[in-house]
């Protein structure tokens, strides 16, 4: 089992970046797939972007390719999305999720470990 805590959350006016962190726990971090999916209000969640356990095979979600990147430090447990270019329609509640042995899917239903979430805003 793993668990996940994001940070790095944030206020930014539109054209800025921000890093997203998730630190996961255990000793098995580097088995598992990493994804991030946020939720906007009034709306559902969707996919952002997912590596693989690996770090071999990224995927990006069509609204973020070019402007963000997801990348993994598997000796300190964590997985980062540097965000660039960001955008208000960006503004969401971004979760960090974990799927053991994954191929870096960006289907959430692949995922069974989640973190709390934490909070992006973009001003325009």
């Known amino acids: 089992q793993v668990q996940l805590v994001e940070s790095g959350g944030g206020l930014v006016q539109a054209g800025g970046s921000l890093r997203l962190s998730c630190a996961a726990s255990g000793r098995t971090f580097s088995s598992y797939a990493m994804g991030w999916f946020r939720q906007a209000p009034g709306k559902e969640r969707e996919a952002v972007a997912a590596i693989s356990w690996s770090g071999g095979n990224r995927n990006y979600a069509d609204s973020v390719k070019g402007r963000f990147t997801i990348s993994r430090d598997n000796a300190k447990n964590t997985v980062y999305l540097q965000m660039n270019s960001l955008k208000p329609e960006d503004t969401a509640v971004y979760y960090c999720?974990?799927?053991?042995w994954g191929s870096g899917s960006i289907d959430s239903y692949e995922y069974n470990y989640w973190g709390q979430g934490t909070q992006v805003t973009v001003s325009s």
């Open positions: 999720a974990a799927d053991l």
